[in-house]
């Protein structure tokens, strides 16, 4: 019996990335002068040598670009901007040593260009001379006075592991620039990496006090007082946050989390709502529900308390897909699958997105309701054409309303968007299937030859790949040990077993095909498809009466009237092919 598949196809500190600013350079500049004079036959030279140069970089030709860059050194050495010059276009013909040499020469000869030294150090962390660095920036900053090399610093003793070196330089820095929620959430973080939790509530207390009026930051130091378990400081805190903003969401959620460890279900459920109604951005609100839906937070009533958090979510955010999305989960738990199709639909009327498309299409094939999943998929198709989904899912939909050929063409479709090697097995495997009731069987074999030969050891290939060629009764062989293999692999898959079976009969060894036929019933036992076989197998064995019955229960099961009633009507088996 061939087995349908429907796999889902989906589950801060410094970021010190590479200045692009070499880049961003000016192209066309006027070469810098030097301190040593050139005559004016020499200046000629020097700047046709230079800006030969710099239309070379600007079309990346770089290592014309640096041969003209180390002409125009040789007049001209005291130049800072060639050897600058010279350094980015040897970035990218990774000859980083010689580039470290160049801009160490042009940071040299003018320590107060600020593109010099910033290119400096970013060569030295990225060759992990992070000490070199420090040195850069330390005399960077003493020339020009410049914050961001302190800046700078800090990340560089990161780097080293130095953290109150690091603390040091944003000390630094927050003289020149004054307390800021930046600089104080980057010390709070470097003091709680070494274990300095007093330390980290020194930094965001003084935040909080120079900044009074901002109730954020009253919540962030009421965090750190109850990670320090000083409790009721924390406790107190957050209650003045909520008498002076009776729907604030931060110090609601926080309590909440307070109220759940102490097992406290009723104010840990009132918080919960306070941070529903509150106008936090719907992505935290999002983060709290899906961690609170899983659990069992509320005992018998967790059910019914998630749709009233859900439902507050979506009475303060009406515009917003997550809501729904919520609602459409729980529907979905409950395994009331309309209602869940109808809160996805509403989901994607507010932001369309796969995943919610995903689930609509599990929904209508719960449903059975195969005519709506063909709709949605073209749908889905529209929407997200890129998505091999969406052409699995139309085909598969196609396939059950007997649209054999369109269920073809969206098949062959969906193995172009295949984007890795699991699901281009998966699409192959789809598009063997519905070529088969397309009766493109040539293409049909060669799908399952692909996809075999890209995972050998996918029972679904094999299996389904054996059965097709056991209806058309050729290649038994072939089919027996493809067969064989699947069970190998599979061995408690009730299609497989049937499949073997089925060949078997075609190979007219009717006892031993019994045998694995009654093996898949025992483990589906009111497969149609599968009973319509076993009472062929009764057939073929003499046992009339027993097909009679097994062919007639599979006729009230929903197996194919046409198959069954010839079989029924006429007392005999369609000729084997």
Known sequence: MEEISLKPMMKKYYAFVFFAFIWLFPALVTAQKSKSSLTEQQRLEFDK????????KMIKNYEDAASEFKMAILIDPGNANVHF??????????????????????????????????LLIELYKKDK???????????????????HYLYELSGLYVLLGKTSKAIQALDALEKSAGVNEELSRQKEDLYLAKNDIKGAIKEIKKLSDTYPDQLQY???????????????KGLEIYKRIQQKDSFNGFAAFSLADFYQQT??????????????????????KRQVLAEIIPSNDFGIWHREKCKQLVSLFEITNPSEPEPYLFKGDMALQDRKFEDARRQYLLSNDKSTALLTWEQIMFCDQQLQDYELMRNDAAKMMENFPDAPSGYLYHSIACRQLKEFELAFQSAKEGVNHATNEEILVQMLQNLGDMAHYAKHFALSDSAFEAAIAIEPNSSLALNNYAYFLSLRNIDLDKAESMSK???????????????????????????????????SLDLAPNNAEVLQHLGDVFFELGEVQKAMDTWNKALVLGGDVDALNYRIINNKLPLLK
């Open 49 to 56: 040598r230079f800006f030969s140069g710099m239309k070379e």
């Open 85 to 118: 010059q010279l350094a980015s276009v040897l970035l990218p013909q990774k000859k980083n040593e010689e580039a470290i040499l160049e801009a160490e020469r042009a940071f040299n000869l003018d320590p107060s260009n600020e593109w010099y030294s910033k």
């Open 129 to 147: 001379q992070f000490d070199a660095g420090i040195s850069v920036c330390e005399l960077a900053y003493k020339t020009t006075k410049n914050a």
């Open 218 to 232: 009253k919540g962030l130091l009421a965090d750190l007082y109850m990670r320090s378990h000083q409790i009721d």
């Open 263 to 284: 097992r406290d279900t009723n104010l840990y459920f009132q918080q919960l709502c306070i941070g529903m109604k509150s106008s936090l951005p719907p992505k935290i």
């Open 485 to 519: 293999r699947s069970i190998e692999i599979d061995p408690y898959n009730a299609s497989n077993l049937d499949t073997y079976g089925w060949i078997l009969f075609q190979k007219r060894k009717f006892k031993e095909a019994q045998i694995q036929i009654q093996k």
